[in-house]
């Protein structure tokens, strides 16, 4: 039912969640790939990404492509998402956040904001963000924290949205939370698929070390010439 018992026995209310899911890079350290299109065990980073929202319980997901948008875009055509292209994407993240949350439809509580890099992140993850987001005390954005070290995805509510979207500095979330600390609410957490992501191939190599999953480059016909 979407909803979260709270410690007294009460339910938190429903919230209207959207998500931005990044899949716009340029994967120069991955020799020039879209890391979107990267299979774990067969089946693309992105891909796996949609699923997990929608077990998340994310009412809307736009996927926002740039490097690769082809490829990109067939890859997902059967999912139910609004697609928004950057064609400025090399130009860093913050372009293309700003991108995803200008395509949102509608009021959102929250806005999840979702590397497609990241291999590990599930459903269950997701839904830990979402709670913490639901209890915080303070703070507009929720962001994990891993033993001291930032992780992804992080949680932006309605005001955050606002501000980076009203920025005319093409204010980056990162940027927002290193200038105005003050609106970050710190999820203190031990669960490091937050802080795993995939940037070279050496990323990759280690990983499938570490727990036995086969990842794989795209295939020749999906990569785009450089």
Not at 52 to 74: K, N, P, Q
Request: proline residues 4%; aromatic residues 4%; charged residues 15%.
């Amino acid at each position: 039912m979407g909803c979260l018992l709270k410690g007294g026995g009460g339910l938190y209310a429903r919230l209207r969640i959207g998500a931005v899911l990044l899949a716009a890079g340029e994967g120069r350290r991955m020799g020039g790939v879209p890391k979107a299109l990267i299979t774990l065990q067969g089946v693309p980073l992105i891909n796996r990404h949609l699923i997990a929202l929608s077990g998340a319980g994310v009412d809307e997901v736009v996927v926002v492509t740039g490097f690769g948008r082809d490829a990109v875009e067939a890859q997902i055509a059967t999912f139910p998402v609004t697609l928004a292209h950057n064609a400025d994407f090399a130009q860093g993240q913050q372009g293309s956040v700003r991108v995803g949350l200008a395509a949102l439809r509608g009021a959102f509580d929250a806005v999840l904001v979702v590397l497609a890099d990241q291999p590990l992140i599930g459903a269950a993850d997701l839904t830990e963000l979402i709670a913490a987001f639901k209890k915080k005390a303070n703070g507009n954005i929720v962001v994990p924290m891993v033993n001291g070290q930032r992780g992804n995805p992080i949680v932006l509510d309605g005001s955050a949205c606002e501000q980076i979207m009203q920025s005319q500095n093409n204010l980056a979330c990162r940027h927002l939370i290193e200038r105005q600390p003050e609106l970050v609410y710190a999820h203190a957490t031990t669960n490091t698929r937050f802080i795993t992501d995939l940037d070279t191939p050496q990323d990759m190599a280690d990983l499938s070390q570490k727990t036995g999953w086969k990842f794989a480059l795209p295939a020749a016909e999906l990569t785009p010439a450089a």
